[in-house]
């Protein structure tokens, strides 16, 4: 059976990225990625309605419904959280952005490769949290009773994890953002996202504690 993971990582004010400018007070449905040219890669951006600010990088080219899309280009060799995905040869797969933070999908081979691709985000972003995993050969109907230690977990991770449950963080579209999260607990979004990561490392070594014994 294929071994491979569909994750989601979110990027909070990430360096380097234009598209989660269009996020700051919309939603980002989409991105849309053109070919190569002369050092700059083409995008399009699709969000939930006109974008209020004035300091974006692209130009309206569309309208339709409820969204608005938006044409610009950015250099192919800036270094942003999607090319650090996909040096790891992990296609991006879906892009999204809202309230300043970006949602990458992807596919990841195995645990391993997983969590390399987070590691190395993690050296480049300030702030790289997990927010959704599916194992290959799983569906929605799909029970497999998971057993995950609460003592492994310190008070503070536990209570981080459960604020930002209740508050529908994990949610998508989310009901609430990290900096929102953050005021319910009184810390800093920078204190929220470390908590978080080092909760969210030991549920994912939880959820593929066999696949982890493989490897070692």
Not at 50 to 79: I, K, N, W
């Amino acid at each position: 059976m294929p071994t491979g993971i569909l994750a989601t990582v979110t990027v909070r004010d990430p360096a380097a990225c234009p598209v989660v400018e269009f996020g700051r007070n919309r939603r980002v449905r989409s991105v849309t990625t053109g070919q190569p040219s002369r050092g700059r890669i083409p995008l399009e951006v699709t969000t939930d309605g006109p974008v209020e600010r004035d300091d974006h990088p692209g130009e309206e080219v569309f309208s339709y419904d409820a969204e608005t899309v938006y044409r610009l280009d950015r250099p192919a060799d800036q270094g942003c959280a999607c090319d650090c995905v996909e040096r790891h040869d992990c296609p991006v797969r879906d892009i999204s952005a809202e309230d300043g933070e970006l949602l990458v999908t992807f596919i990841a081979a195995d645990l391993a490769e997983l969590r390399d691709v987070v590691a190395d985000l993690r050296t480049r972003e300030q702030s790289v949290t997990v927010r959704s995993l599916r194992q290959s050969g799983t569906d929605e109907g799909d029970s497999e009773p998971v057993f995950v230690d609460k003592q492994a977990f310190t008070d503070r991770q536990r209570e981080v994890l459960r604020t930002a449950h209740e508050l529908g963080y994990f949610e998508r579209p989310k009901q609430a953002n990290a900096g929102e999260v953050a005021a319910e607990l009184d810390v800093c979004p920078s204190t929220f996202a470390g908590h978080l990561a080092a909760a969210q490392t030991k549920l994912m070594d939880a959820l593929f504690e066999e696949d982890a014994a493989e490897l070692d």
